[in-house]
């Protein structure tokens, strides 16, 4: 079965650095672009960035370029979302999801909660 | 990159239908026949229900079911049910480096 496992929840406090990550499982990895999704309390959804793990290939969105660092580590078949100084309105749910060539989400990860706050 | 746009909420009976639209350009939902629909209930993972359209994965009802029509997609529930009550996003490949976009999400309530 093919699975994406995010880590756990997060509380950090303003200007503290993290990384949250998407253990892949059933599939290769190194094959398929994964994506990160953001979901603000109460809002939609926004698409965030891609990486392609075969060759770090990474993609990011104008509103996330900059803000955010996206990575791979094909050895752990694992994604990584970085910030190095998070922000109150850092404060979210974030998915990861596989994406296929034709622009399916499927599977997704079951989110990892960010809360920054002082 | 703008968002796709869909209607900030749908209603309806049980038993009745109910269509969301998802408007685009033909730089994304015009230009691909690669459109998905996904279901998210409150504290939930969102939900692939609809791919390339109008195809179901294994295990999506058959309630559910996609079209497209130029720029605009279309998800259409039939026979509601309480159970549909929830979130739905569209989404679409898009000629953009980033390769999706989303739409801005429809709330449906069964009444």
């Known amino acids: 079965e093919v699975q994406l496992v995010q880590s756990g929840a997060e509380v950090k406090k303003p200007g503290e650095s993290l990384k949250i990550s998407c253990q892949y499982s059933g599939y290769s990895f190194s094959t398929s672009w994964i994506g990160w999704v953001r979901q603000m309390p109460g809002k939609g959804l926004e698409w965030m960035g891609i990486i392609y793990p075969g060759d770090s290939d990474t993609r990011y969105t104008p509103s996330f370029q900059g803000q955010v660092t996206i990575s791979a580590d094909k050895s752990t078949n694992t994604a990584h979302l970085q910030w190095s100084s998070l922000k109150a309105s850092d404060t979210a749910m974030y998915y990861c999801a596989r994406l296929s060539s034709s622009g399916k989400l499927d599977p997704w990860g079951q989110g990892t909660l960010v809360t920054v706050s002082s | 990159q703008s968002a796709l746009t869909q209607p900030a909420s749908v209603s309806g009976s049980p038993g009745q239908s109910i269509t969301i639209s998802c408007t685009g350009t033909?730089?994304?939902?015009?230009?691909?026949?690669?459109v998905s629909w996904y279901q998210q209930h409150p504290g939930k993972a969102p939900k692939l229900m609809i791919y390339?359209?109008?195809h179901r994965p294994s295990g999506v009802s058959n309630r559910f079911s996609g079209s497209k029509s130029g720029n605009t997609a279309s998800l259409t529930i039939s026979g509601l049910q309480a159970e549909d009550e929830a979130d739905y996003y569209c989404s679409s490949y898009t000629s953009s480096n980033t390769l999706e976009v989303f739409g801005t999400g429809t709330k449906v309530t069964v009444l």
């Open positions: 033909s730089s994304d939902v015009g230009g691909y026949n690669y």
């Open positions: 390339d359209v109008s």
